[in-house]
């Protein structure tokens, strides 16, 4: 059974400390939704209840996943096969509906529909522009201001799994994930492979899903989108100066051409600033790309850093 999905929506963690996960995700630019003794909701200024859900545990770990469908019929068809759960509540800001499933390496997977608007929070103005063809800032100093940086929205995971081929073709045949960039090591293997969303002559990301296989499966990274260049550089100062761990950056990737900057969660799980990324549409081919291509950047760290 497939459906193709509109979007990621969000990721779901464990962890042993709701404040020092709150602290860190407010700092990086997320802000509370809705917080319980057991369960922590942070959203982007997108209006979805949420794109990072922390439940309490003893075990700091990323659970898994959630895309969102177009319409809650993609969710009944899904239902309908044994792989699925019926449809139930989604818990948290805004509701919704929500199937579930796991996937071949074990992680969680939610497929949501009908969420609930939550109202949209403010960003920041794109500031004028002086530059060597234009002076659109003739005569007004440009001031930003200091803070963390604006996070609109979940933009898309990473995962490691443990055989890629076999990842690739469960999302592909369940979800309707095209490819983007496959990375080949040789003529006949893969590394993994960037997956965009399917929506025909619409534009998309880049990718929603990038598989690694690594021979093992461990949560990679997330990105999450922040407004600009200038508000990416911001909230790296800002997380700077609370003593956050940096992870790698910043650069401009060449797969993606997204600008990034990598930080390590309270607890190691890897996430991005990342601005100024591709979009995509089905008149766009798959391509193959190797691996120094990927582990580069177009400026910036030139390698050592993780996957787009």
């Known amino acids: 059974m497939t459906v193709r999905v509109a979007d990621i929506a969000f990721v779901r963690f464990e ?4 404040d020092v996960m709150e602290s860190f995700l407010t700092a990086f630019g997320l802000q509370r939704s809705a917080r319980d003794d057991r369960t922590l909701y942070m959203r982007g200024t997108d209006d979805e209840g949420f794109v990072h859900v922390t439940h309490l545990g003893d075990t700091p ?4 996943l959630a895309f969102a469908a177009e319409q809650l019929t993609d969710l009944e068809a899904l239902s309908r096969t044994d792989a699925f759960s019926p449809v139930h509540d989604l818990a948290g800001p805004g509701g919704g509906k929500v199937v579930q499933t796991i996937d071949p390496d074990g992680f969680q997977v939610e497929i949501v529909a009908e969420r609930g608007s939550v109202g949209r929070l403010p960003m920041p103005v794109p500031s004028p522009r002086n530059n ?3 002076t659109e800032r003739a005569g007004s100093p440009l001031r930003l201001g200091a803070g963390p940086a604006h996070v609109k929205r979940l933009g898309h995971c990473v995962i490691d799994v443990t055989d890629f081929r076999t990842s690739e073709a469960w999302y592909r045949e369940h979800f309707g994930l095209v490819t983007s960039d496959e990375i080949a090591l040789d003529e006949n293997t893969a590394l993994g492979a960037f997956l965009r969303c399917d929506r025909g002559d619409r534009y998309v990301d880049h990718h929603t ?3 690694v296989g690594i021979g093992r499966s461990q949560f990679n990274h997330a990105a999450f989108e922040v407004a600009d260049f200038d508000d990416l550089m911001r ?3 800002h997380l700077a100066a609370a003593g956050q761990t940096h ?9 993606g051409s997204q600008i990034y900057d990598y930080w390590l969660d309270p ?6 600033h990342w ?6 549409n089905n008149d766009t081919p798959p391509n193959s790309a190797s691996l120094d291509t990927l582990l580069g950047s177009q400026w910036g760290p030139t390698s050592g850093h993780p996957p787009a």
């Open 61 to 64: 770990r990323f659970v898994g």
């Open 235 to 237: 909230g790296n100062s």
């Open 209 to 211: 899903l990038f598989l």
């Open 15 to 18: 962890a042993p400390d709701l």
């Open 275 to 280: 601005t100024d990324g591709d979009l995509f």
């Open 132 to 134: 060597a063809r234009t």
């Open 247 to 255: 992870q790698w950056g910043i650069g401009r990737h060449i797969l």
């Open 267 to 272: 607890y190691g799980h890897m996430v991005e």
